[in-house]
Every structure is written in structure tokens, then in C-alpha cells.
T-cell receptor, first 121, second 107 residues
Framework: GAGVSQSPSNKVTEKGKDVELRCDPISGHTALYWYRQRLGQGLEFLIYFQGNSAPDKSGLPSDRFSAERTGESVSTLTIQRTQQEDSAVYLC???????????????????FGAGTRLSVL | AQRVTQPEKLLSVFKGAPVELKCNYSYSGSPELFWYVQYSRQRLQLLLRHISRESIKGFTADLNKGETSFHLKKPFAQEEDSAMYYCALQGAQKLVFGQGTRLTINP
């Protein structure tokens, strides 16, 4: 694909409902990342996948948040029993290789999707 | 602990004036640093990385390990440079971002 694709682009939900956000990484990219950006704040790391395993889940804010990835393709971020403080833009990124694969070739450069804007009423 | 600090949330300069967006980091290892930019209604994208030591759109950034800084500079600002700029530090598993600086170039 041309780039990282996220859906939906906007999601409005009621407090207490579950939501599922989807990310399609660039084809061939082994690493996938989820970030959260609250209004007026920087990007907050949530979780990192290498293939379909998640070496780092340290950023998930609570057990209401979970994510999975199928092979080296689609990932879904699920938020259960949404709260108003979950309102944010959720960004997905992918990179060709693992985060420390730097040097020539820039295999660790992250390419971002357009994000899903989640509003919890 | 990894940390990135961008002290200015907002920066406004006139077209043609020099620009410097500040970034300081905290990292115990050998850092790999990036500047990402987000133009209005566009997605976040890489502007430059310190390893490549290149100039992109007239911007440069030099890693100063003594001062733990990676400031972004451009000698003559243009209106199309108006955007949100994020400094980021590559850790073992993730990018750690600063809070971002919104740069506005006034005509």
C-alpha cells in the first residue's frame, strides 16, 4: 500500500462502550507502533509490535486497553468501557525493521497514519 | 530514563528571519534523534535524522552530546514552514517524543 492506513478516521462513542481501531501498516514493515495524542499534548507511546508479538506494552494506560496484530499486517487497538479521558487522536506507525535497526537504509524510520480521532461523550 | 524536552510550545517569527526550535534530551546510551513535522491537515512525517547529517527544506540539526541538545535551525524562515514540530529520541523499543513546538511564520 501507499502508506499506513487507519480506520475509522473519526469515531464518536458513548462512555462505557467498547471501540476498536484498526491499522494497516505499509506492506513488508515488520514493526508497528500505537501512540496516543491528547489535545495540546505530545505523542504518548502505547505499544510496539515486532511481527505479531508485543515486546513492549508498557504504554498501555490500563487493562481496558489491548491490542493485537495478525502476522506482519493489520493491528487492532481495542478500548473497553471507554471513558471521557480516552478522547484523543490515536496514531499508528510502522517501520521496516525493529527500532534499533538504524544506520544506512534507515530501516527504523517510522511512517505514520493519519490517525483516528476518538471522542467519548 | 529517556526524556525529550521542547521548552517552547509556541514560536512565532517573521518570514525571512532565522528560526531555532529547541530540543534537549536525556538518555544514558548513544542517542539517535529525529525531527518530525506535521503540516496542517497532513500526517506526521519525518523531517530529518541526526545520523544522515543532511539539510531538508533548509533545516539542519546538530547533535550536541555535551549539551544533550538537538536544536532545529533554519536561516531564513518561509511561510510554508508553519507547522507542528516534534523532536524524538529512539529508544530500544519506541520513539520518545517531546511535547512539540507550534511554529508560525508571519508574512
Amino acid at each position: 500500500g501507499a502508506g499506513v492506513s487507519q480506520s475509522p478516521s473519526n469515531k464518536v462513542t458513548e462512555k462505557g462502550k467498547d471501540v476498536e481501531l484498526r491499522c494497516d501498516p505499509i506492506s513488508g514493515h515488520t514493526a508497528l507502533y500505537w501512540y496516543r495524542q491528547r489535545l495540546g499534548q505530545g505523542l504518548e507511546f502505547l505499544i510496539y509490535f515486532q511481527g505479531n508479538s508485543a515486546p513492549d506494552k508498557s504504554g498501555l494506560p490500563s487493562d481496558r486497553f489491548s491490542a493485537e496484530r495478525t502476522g506482519e499486517s493489520v493491528s487492532t487497538l481495542t478500548i473497553q468501557r471507554t471513558q471521557q479521558e480516552d478522547s484523543a487522536v490515536y496514531l499508528c506507525a510502522s517501520s521496516k525493521d525493529r527500532p534499533l535497526a538504524g544506520g544506512p537504509g534507515a530501516k527504523n524510520i517510522q511512517y505514520f497514519g493519519a490517525g483516528t480521532r476518538l471522542s467519548v461523550l | 530514563a529517556q526524556r525529550v524536552t521542547q521548552p517552547e510550545k509556541l514560536l512565532s517569527v517573521f518570514k525571512g528571519a532565522p528560526v531555532e526550535l529547541k530540543c534537549n534530551y536525556s538518555y544514558s546510551g548513544s542517542p539517535e534523534l529525529f525531527w518530525y513535522v506535521q503540516y496542517s491537515r497532513q500526517r506526521l512525517q519525518l523531517l530529518l535524522r541526526h545520523i544522515s547529517r543532511e539539510s531538508i527544506k533548509g533545516f539542519t540539526a546538530d547533535l550536541n552530546k555535551g549539551e544533550t541538545s538537538f536544536h532545529l535551525k533554519k536561516p531564513f524562515a518561509q511561510e510554508e514552514d508553519s507547522a507542528m514540530y516534534y523532536c524524538a529520541l529512539q529508544g530500544a523499543q519506541k520513539l520518545v517524543f517531546g511535547q512539540g513546538t507550534r511554529l508560525t511564520i508571519n508574512p
